[in-house]
Each structure stands twice: as C-alpha cells, then as structure tokens.
C-alpha cells in the first residue's frame, strides 16, 4: 500500500510533539485593532478626505468641521501643517517645496510606505470613496496629488469599495498670485483630466478662487480662503446629507448621487430665487444664475450629462409655489445639458423662509477657456 501524504495522522499520533520549549517569557502575540472611525452627522456615503499641501489641508479641515472624521492631510512643511486644527498630520518634508512640485513628490516617493500607513490609520478600513485635496497652484498640493490618488486607489481597492475611482478636489489660483502658480496648476490639471479621461478620478471638484473674488468682491482677506472653503465643502456635504433624508414632496436618493460622483469632471452651485411666484421668471432666474453661481468658470454646461438638482425652501414658499413653476424650472436643465441627459431632483422643506437652488453637474468635457487661462497667466 503506497504512503497516503495527506494524512497526517500516518506520521504519528497527535499527541506526538516535536520539541519541548524552555521556560523563558514570551511577548504575546500582536492584534491589530481596527479603529472604527464614525461621522458627527448621517450622510449618505462614508467618505474620507486626504489634504495634500497647504490649500488642500485647508479643504479637509473645513470638511472635518462639517463632522467628517475620516480627515488627515500632509505637507512638506511642518509650518503649513501646524496651523490646522487636525490631529492627523504627516510632515514629509523639513521645509517646503517652494512652489516646486517635482521636489514634493520626490519627497512624497521617498515616504511612500509611511503615507500609506498614515492615510489608512486616519481614515480607517470603512469608506465609500477617498477624496484627495489640493492646492493646483502650489508645490506640496500640486507635487503630491497624483501620487497620493495612487496609495488611495490601493487602499479602496485593498478594503473593498465599491467605487474604484479615486476623488479629487482641487483649487484654481488666482491670477494675482503669479506665473508659477498658474503654470503649476495647468500641468497639474492636464494630468488630472487624463485621470478622469481614462476612468481612474471621479469625481474630479474644481474650486476656482479667481472666480470666488467675483462672487464675493467686498470679502476681506482674512475670512476669503474660509468662504471659498466652505463653499465647496458646503454644498458637497448639503448633497451627501439629503441623498439619505426622506423628502415629503421629491426626494434626491443616494443612487442619484452615486451616478453624478461616477460621471467625472462636476461642478457645484448655488442660487437663491427671489421671484418663485412667475414661471418665466423663475426659468430665467435659474438660467442665469446656475450659470453664473457655478464654482469654476470655464466649463461648458452643454456637454454636461447629468445634474442634481435640489430645491430647498421654506413651508410657507412651498404652500404657496406652483407645482408647475418647479418643474419647469427643473426642465431648464435639462435645455442647458446635453442631449439624452438626466436630471436628478429633490424637493424639501428647510428651515429658511426662501427658495434655493442647489446643483452638481456631472460629466462635463474639459473646461478649455480655463486651460486657456492658465496657460496665458502661466507663460507656458
């Protein structure tokens, strides 16, 4: 009979040992902990927000003032980190980038392992999607994006989120702030949108500052980089919060959300309606300003493939609005998006007296009159 090897019982019995130990101590044995990370808030979607750089360290520190605790951000300059109100915070660096982004993500790649090891202890094995966060026009924010988006495609791929891509948040300089940044956030952009082309970044979120000077001309210098901040961070949490309230007139379901985060380059806005009584009034009302209160300029709303559009009022607007006003100011976008596009809506109750439009648009094409632009104030 030839030697069964799968049975271990044919090599003696199991009380049979092998070698006695000595008497000597033993450290135990080592058990990760998982960290259960938990928002101050219901929101739709779990997600988490990587600040790279300065700006962008600023971005995630406004969304973990809304109540995401999935937040952390690195820099290559301690100085830049320790003036967010953040308890993780990685300095991979010893003195800046000096606007220079090859040496921040040389510096990045040199700590590669160690980011990795700190972005999942800060934001945990229990998210929807990573949110990268940055300053375009910056050396640490613009070096660093591309590498970080890489270790956050790992981290969802290694912990099973259902969405493979990867998002991204980033800020537009201003003119006044000179050539390199211009021309840092032109390239940085370039390589963003062949992400977003090849189906590896969505959403991809631009906050245009130079188009936040116009829209708050009178604001001071101090509070400028919190409202442009907060007006972003704002709007994207007022959609993840809805998407998982009940509405008791038209609700906006997490689904709807799920497909605009999905569909690429989108863009945020918001636009209070004075007139809500007259229906041509309020369809020109919603034309002109969603155009004109969108975050970014340069995007062309008539390649955009889907919206959310919420409508927000108080219980004495809505007992007095016309269905039929609505909808036809709902019909306005879909006139304004492409052919075959589609227009996800929710009606709610707030606790304001007015009525406001709320928007993200998905799946727009490339914002060419903003490449433009930086390339002209980039010299490039």
């Not at 962008?56 to 100085?79: D, M, W």
């Amino acid at each position: 009979m030839s030697e069964n090897i799968d049975d271990i019982s044919s090599y003696g019995s199991n009380e049979q040992v092998d070698i006695s130990l000595p008497d000597m101590p033993v450290p135990e044995a080592y058990v990760e902990e998982t960290k259960k990370i938990e928002d101050e808030f219901d929101g739709a979607f779990n997600f988490a927000f990587v600040g790279a750089g300065q700006g962008g360290g600023r971005i995630a520190e406004t969304f973990h003032k809304f109540g995401y605790r999935r937040v952390c951000a690195l820099n290559t300059s301690p100085q830049d980190l320790n003036t967010l109100n953040l308890d993780n915070k990685l300095c991979i660096g010893d003195g800046g980038a000096g606007k220079d982004m090859d040496l921040a993500k040389q510096k990045y790649e040199e700590h590669k392992d160690d980011a990795y090891d700190f972005i999942l202890n800060s934001v945990g094995e229990e998210f929807d999607k990573i949110f990268v966060c940055a300053g375009a026009g910056g050396g640490s924010g613009a070096g660093t994006v591309m590498s970080i988006v890489q270790t956050a495609r790992e981290l969802q791929s290694r912990y099973g989120s259902d969405s493979k891509k990867v998002g991204v948040i980033l800020a537009l300089p201003k003119i006044s702030e000179g050539k390199k940044p211009n021309a840092n956030a032109y390239n940085v952009l370039r390589k963003v949108f062949e992400e977003v082309d090849s189906g590896k970044i969505s959403p991809l979120i631009l906050v245009d500052n130079e188009k936040m000077t116009r829209m708050y001309p009178n604001l001071p210098v101090a509070p400028f980089w919190e409202t442009a901040n907060k007006s972003i961070a704002g709007l994207f949490h007022l959609f993840n919060v809805t998407a998982g309230k009940d509405s008791s007139y038209s609700s906006f379901d997490p689904q709807d959300y799920k497909q605009i985060l999905e569909s690429g380059f989108i863009l945020y806005g918001a636009s209070p309606i004075g007139n809500w009584k007259d229906s041509p009034a309020l369809n020109k009302s919603v034309r002109e300003q969603v155009k004109g209160n969108l975050l970014s300029d340069g995007a062309d709303l008539n390649t955009g493939s889907q919206a959310g559009v919420l409508m927000i009022a108080g219980n004495e607007v809505l007992n007095q609005v016309p269905q039929k006003n609505l909808d036809g100011a709902f019909e306005q976008f879909s006139r304004m998006l492409r052919k075959g596009s589609t227009v996800y809506r929710g009606i709610y109750s707030g606790d304001r007296p007015n009525l406001t439009v709320y928007t993200v648009i998905g799946g727009l094409g490339h914002p060419h009159k903003k490449f433009d632009e930086l390339r002209k104030q980039g010299d490039i």
